[in-house]
């Protein structure tokens, strides 16, 4: 057999060479050739294959995991910011809440973010509970894989200021990722060490010693609350108008109690039952006359605020916080005035947090006088930041209006009447058709079951009651078939029922299946909703097992610890279930957001 020999300034191989590939080819027969082919057919792919090993690859950068965990919106905001930074820079990220965090997959992240606030007694956002509990179990897995930073949102005024923050940074260090930014634990007024904290985040992920690939970052946001682009915000609220401010407490209650309606009309503000309502506010003119004479200011003094000069009166008025005191405050106003007395007796942390606790700014610059001058006056307070209230209407009922329920904060030291910035600007600094700044903060984390053939129990004592006054509204106007029940309670029956014409309505027509009372100063031995909860026991066990959501709102550091203790006794018992199991089985109904939470 005989082969043409190619042209000469194309051979590869020289004529020696080529000269014994003939003799081999001219002595084999056509499956030997055949054989030979594929032969040298492996060696060729065989080659490239090593070949391909050889040459360095670009590998993608790992996708960054943006977690947000909120609870008054400040944390959400901030992750959007930092999704926003990413994604101009082309870094490919995923922003995601919390709740909707699949945390069992853990370990498979590469470059993890969380942004967290703090709440109640230095506990995590109820978005991140089931996350935190987690991560704080033996079930949490080996991420050492894993580079991580942590951004937390708190108070100072608070003596577990930023735990949340703290123990995620803890613990994610101790299942062995690793650190790529130290933790910020910022304060109320933290836009400043937020915009250099995401600026030094995103100079150092630009600057990460992986291979990086060109490609189009798409959004890729995960059920993050809607807040894109709102038309009006924390920073642009609406200028709405007041049309309703009823007392709902009767004349010997001990709290006063203002159902609050305002109008919309006109704005295309959208709402849905549990987001709260954002109320900007301004402090009582009589408080701002007596912290000027106190420190023996002028009505003509003047200070530097946001970079424009204004007045001290305008300043404290509408710019600063002026019924909240903390530790921070009286550290710096001790110094600044060099009172030996303040310094001395506030010598431990514990004591300087009770003083902050049971103290108000202005009882502080009265026990403990010095003359300052405008500016160090203002630099010493925190800015004014705006209430949130939980809405208490349904907009299919209500279309151009919205509901909140207000208690009002008053109390007396030494004869004299102190009460809460926000709370008594609506109730008795407001009146009707004035103007009042509103935004919304949504909640996806307390609604109402896709399914409305899906029963509910909601527990609400106190003002703890207004988003399921939201509730019931939007299932009357749907006509949704499933369940309600409520557990409600307050001190006295014939002075603290709020909307109690109502709830006897809904309970005649049959939508409130069930309605549960809890007075507790009505007779000797104090009955809380808790109580309640625990003697419907069977029934509750049975609702659950039929499908339903629990809903509680109201005071996180004692009412919603004392009702999720209830609840797990009723799963132990019912269930027929150890604590642990228990324990377990309440956090699966977090997971599938059938226990929501809205505590404060």
């Known amino acids: 057999m005989t082969t043409q020999a190619p042209a000469k300034n194309m051979l590869p191989l020289n004529p020696e060479k080529l000269d014994l590939l003939h003799s ?46 909120s609870q008054t919106g400040n944390a959400r905001r901030l ?10 820079e082309k870094l490919k990220s995923n922003l995601i809440n919390a709740s909707d965090y699949q945390f069992k997959k853990i370990n498979q992240e590469k470059i993890l973010v969380l942004i967290t606030s703090t709440q109640g007694n230095g506990e995590p956002p109820e978005e991140a509970l089931a996350l935190y509990k987690f991560l704080m179990s033996k079930k949490a897995p080996n991420i050492n894989s894993c580079i991580f930073a942590v951004f937390g949102l708190g108070d100072s005024s608070y003596e577990l200021f930023n735990q949340a923050g703290k123990d995620f940074d803890r613990r994610l260090e101790e299942l062995g990722a690793a650190r790529l930014l130290n933790r910020v634990d910022a304060d109320v007024e933290f836009s400043d060490q937020a915009s250099s904290w995401c600026a030094e985040l995103v100079n150092i992920l630009q600057n990460q010693s992986l ?46 109690v203002r159902h609050i309606e305002i ?38 003094d003047t200070v530097i605020v946001n970079g424009n000069i204004i007045s001290i009166q305008e300043a404290l008025k509408t710019h600063y916080e002026l019924t909240i005191n903390t530790t921070q405050i009286i550290k710096k106003y001790a110094s ?20 902050a606790n049971n103290t108000p700014i202005v009882e502080m610059l009265r026990s403990s006088p010095a003359k300052l001058n405008a500016q160090d006056l203002i630099n010493i307070l925190r800015p004014i930041s705006p209430r949130l209230y939980s809405i208490s209407s349904a907009q299919e009922e209500n279309e151009n209006e919205i509901h909140i329920t207000v208690s009002v904060v008053r109390f007396n030291i030494d004869g004299r009447t102190r009460s809460g910035g926000a709370s008594s600007y609506l109730a008795d ?12 903060e949504k909640n996806n984390h307390f609604r ?4 409305p053939k899906k029963p509910i129990i909601m527990i609400g004592p106190g003002t703890g009651i207004a988003p399921f006054r939201a509730f019931m509204q939007k299932r009357n106007s749907e006509k949704a078939c499933g369940k309600n029940w409520l557990f409600f309670g307050n001190p006295h029956f014939t002075e603290d029922f709020l909307y109690q014409v109502e709830w006897q309505r809904y309970v005649k027509n049959g939508l409130l ?26 029934e509750i066990w049975n609702w659950i097992q039929d499908g339903a959501h629990l809903y509680i709102c109201g005071n996180a550091s004692h009412m919603a610890k004392d009702v999720e203790k209830a609840l797990l006794k009723i799963i132990e018992k019912f269930g027929k279930m150890d604590i642990k199991t228990a324990d377990d089985f309440l956090n699966d109904l977090r997971i599938e957001h059938r226990y929501q939470r809205d505590v404060y």
């Not at 084999?28 to 360095?56: F, R």
């Not at 600044?336 to 514990?350: A, E, F, H, K, R």
């Open 24 to 69: 081999i080819i001219d002595d084999c027969s056509s499956p030997q050739l055949t054989w030979i082919t594929g032969y040298i057919s492996g060696i060729i792919y065989q080659a490239e294959k090593n070949t391909s090993y050889s040459v360095k690859k670009e590998t993608p950068r790992p996708t960054i995991t943006i977690i947000s965990a």
């Open 79 to 88: 992750a959007k910011q930092l999704y926003d930074k990413l994604n101009l």
């Open 211 to 256: 291979d990086t690939i060109n490609q189009v970052i798409t959004p890729n946001i995960k059920n993050i609350n809607s807040i894109n682009n709102p038309l009006y915000t924390k920073d642009t609220p609406l200028k709405a108008r007041l049309l309703v401010n009823q007392k709902i407490t009767g004349r010997n209650s001990d709290q006063d």
């Open 263 to 300: 109008d919309i009309s006109h704005s295309n503000l959208i709402y849905q039952p549990g987001d709260s309502l954002g109320v900007w506010f301004e402090n009582d003119p009589k408080l701002v006359e007596e912290l000027m004479h106190l420190t023996c200011l002028s009505s003509d």
């Open 336 to 355: 600044l005035s060099s009172n030996n007395q303040l310094i001395t007796q506030l010598d431990t942390q514990d004591k300087l947090q009770k003083y």
């Open 429 to 440: 600094r407001l009146n009707e058709n004035d103007e009042i700044r509103i935004f919304i």
């Open 448 to 451: 109402l079951p896709k399914d």
């Open 513 to 538: 299946t069930h309605i549960d009372l809890a007075w507790s100063r009505d007779q000797e031995h104090k009955i809380y909703v808790q109580d309640r909860i625990y003697t419907r026991g069977e």
